[in-house]
């Protein structure tokens, strides 16, 4: 996509998101790639039942954007965001399944341990999470191979013990022993913030940028973290404070291990506004060229959806 491209944040935003679908879908085929021996009919079905199925894809633009802001772009960086939202979607998977959140529906479908079975989507999720780690490390991923390294190390580091997959672990002893803020930030820091913020420094490490521009970009995908988690948390809230005809959506979240519960509504949405101030200001090296990341801050911290 051009940079020059007079195109609306939102048109951008759905046109990216359709490429990453149409490379999901092809990745996803029932057809073996080489090394493979053969794809189960029914698990590939349940991987693509879980990764199929109208995301947002705010990560992958997120790290398609970011590589930009260094001229990098083409089908070797669309791959490596597919492959992120291939993990984002095994982490659905599995924080769907009874022994987690039990949740039955996901994007508006039966989440995949209903329209399959339990087992099948772990199997679906384990699959996902590997796939990602082949994609970025295939040939057809025409990146040198230091880079790739490199992508592999981080993510796998962004979604393992140590970010991702810790972070639920926190999440899940939080609802036996009550977190304090410091333990809430840390969660989320880890739950949700640490795949977008890897997102964010794939474009970086894509882009060969320099050991600031990385830094910068990185703080930018920590402050871009934050503020999803603190707009998710909000419209929990002003969700279910509009169900039980609340004003403020304060009592809504009483309760609820979530800054919101902490601080309230008020207090999330000047945090908001603080953040993208923030992302814009650790931006502001790349200029103009930095827009649309300033443009997708907004988006995340002010999302309706
Ligand atoms: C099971 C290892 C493991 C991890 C699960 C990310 C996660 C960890 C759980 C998700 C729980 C959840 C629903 C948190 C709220 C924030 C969040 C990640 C929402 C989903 O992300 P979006 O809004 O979803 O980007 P779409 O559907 O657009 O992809």
């Known amino acids: 996509m051009d940079h020059s491209t007079p195109l609306s944040f939102e048109t951008r935003f ?15 085929s029932s057809r073996p790639r080489e090394g493979e021996i053969a794809r189960p009919e029914t698990l590939i079905a349940a991987m693509r039942h879980g990764a199929l199925n109208g995301g947002k894809r705010l990560r992958p633009f997120l790290l398609l954007e970011s590589a930009r802001l260094f001229d990098a772009e ?13 993990i984002h979607c095994y982490s659905l998977i599995h924080d769907d399944l009874p022994a987690m959140d039990d949740d039955d529906l996901r994007r508006g479908q039966p989440t995949v341990h209903k329209a399959f079975d339990e087992a099948t989507a772990i199997l679906a999720g384990d699959s996902l999470l590997t796939l990602a780690f082949d994609i970025i490390a ?18 796998a580091r962004a979604a ?19 977190p304090d803020e410091a333990e809430i930030v840390q969660l989320q820091a880890m739950k949700t913030g640490a795949l977008i913020r890897f997102a964010c420094q794939a474009g970086a490490i894509i882009g060969s940028a320099t050991d600031a521009e990385r830094e910068s970009l990185t703080a930018f995908g920590e402050a871009i973290g934050l503020a999803f988690q603190l707009a998710d948390d909000l419209l929990d809230v002003t969700a279910s404070a509009e169900k039980v005809g609340k004003a403020t959506g304060k009592d809504a979240a009483a309760g609820k291990g979530t800054l919101v519960a902490f601080h309230g509504v008020e207090w999330a949405r000047q945090q908001l506004n603080g ?22 801050a907004r988006f995340v911290a002010y999302r309706e959806y």
Do not use: N, W
């Open 74 to 86: 083409g089908p070797a960086v669309l791959r490596v965001a597919a492959a992120l939202e291939c």
């Open 138 to 155: 295939s040939d057809e991923t025409e990146l040198p191979a230091t880079v790739k390294v490199q992508l592999i190390s981080a993510l």
């Open 275 to 296: 953040l993208v101030a923030q992302a814009e200001e650790l931006l502001a090296p790349f200029g103009e060229k930095a827009g649309v990341l300033i443009e997708t």
């Open 14 to 28: 759905f046109l990216q998101a359709a490429q990453v679908e149409q490379l999901l879908a092809e990745l996803l």
């Open 160 to 178: 393992g013990v140590g970010g991702m997959a810790g972070g639920q672990a926190l999440d899940l002893a939080a609802e036996k022993v009550k």
